[in-house]
T-cell receptor, first 114, second 113 residues
Framework: NAGVTQTPKFRILKIGQSMTLQCTQDMNHNYMYWYRQDPGMGLKLIYYSVGAGITDKGEVPNGYNVSRSTTEDFPLRLELAAPSQTSVYFC?????????????FGQGTRLTVV | AQSVAQPEDQVNVAEGNPLTVKCTYS??????LFWYVQYPNRGLQFLLKYITGDNLVKGSYGFEAEFNKSQTSFHLKKPSALVSDSALYFCAVREGGRRALTFGSGTRLQVQP
């Protein structure tokens, strides 16, 4: 049982480039989330999804887009990379609302924009 | 709006001694509280949660947390620290009706042999 898998693990982007961070889970979880982790700042929610075809903005959605065409996959798209998007990105999933079940996290993607 | 504060950036403790990692929260309704641990180059791992009921919650690896409603706190504790407990610890909260967790800034626990 792989859990939540993120690819790539590391990436360096030039300003203005675009990329997609991949996230897939094999636990049949309905809820999925994207967070970014900046040093000393904890985790900030970027986008989340409560099921296939349904997505919504979190605290810091600007500069990002998501889609949820299947239960398993929740990719995060950066269209025009900026240095402010240098961060570690974590994808997570929960069985139902995170209210009473724990979230499962991927290992993260370390992104540097130069 | 929900928020979480972890007042200590780092906690140092000797192996075998008890440890406490502090967390306070702010929500408008009943809180759902969580502790997660992050080891280097890894994602967060769930430790324990408080939803309702007994104020003392027991979790993984011998950790426990005490919910105190009057002080709006949810401190993480362990009676006897291990060197392998050294990691980054995050407190998180969710209030009813919200979809996702709000995380604190994290506390680095360093257990010295």
């Amino acid at each position: 049982n792989a859990g939540v898998t993120q690819t790539p693990k590391f990436r360096i982007l030039k300003i203005g480039q675009s990329m997609t961070l991949q996230c897939t889970q094999d636990m049949n979880h309905n809820y999925m989330y994207w967070y970014r982790q900046d040093p000393g700042m904890g985790l900030k929610l970027i986008y989340y999804s409560v099921g296939a075809g349904i997505t919504d903005k979190g605290e810091v959605p600007n500069g990002y887009n998501v889609s949820r065409s299947t239960t398993e996959d929740f990719p995060l798209r950066l269209e025009l990379a900026a240095p402010s998007q240098t961060s570690v990105y974590f994808c997570a999933s929960t069985e139902r609302g995170v209210r009473d079940t724990e979230a499962f996290f991927g290992q993260g993607t370390r992104l540097t924009v130069v | 709006a929900q928020s979480v504060a972890q007042p200590e950036d780092q906690v140092n403790v000797a192996e075998g001694n008890p440890l406490t990692v502090k967390c306070t929260y702010s929500v408008s309704g009943n809180p759902y509280l969580f502790w997660y641990v992050q080891y280097p180059n890894r994602g967060l791992q769930f430790l324990l949660k408080y939803i309702t009921g007994d104020n003392l919650v027991k979790g993984s690896y011998g950790f426990e947390a005490e919910f105190n409603k009057s002080q709006t706190s949810f401190h993480l504790k362990k009676p006897s620290a291990l060197v392998s407990d050294s990691a980054l610890y995050f407190c998180a909260v969710r209030e009813g009706g919200r979809r996702a967790l709000t995380f604190g800034s994290g506390t680095r626990l360093q257990v010295q042999p």
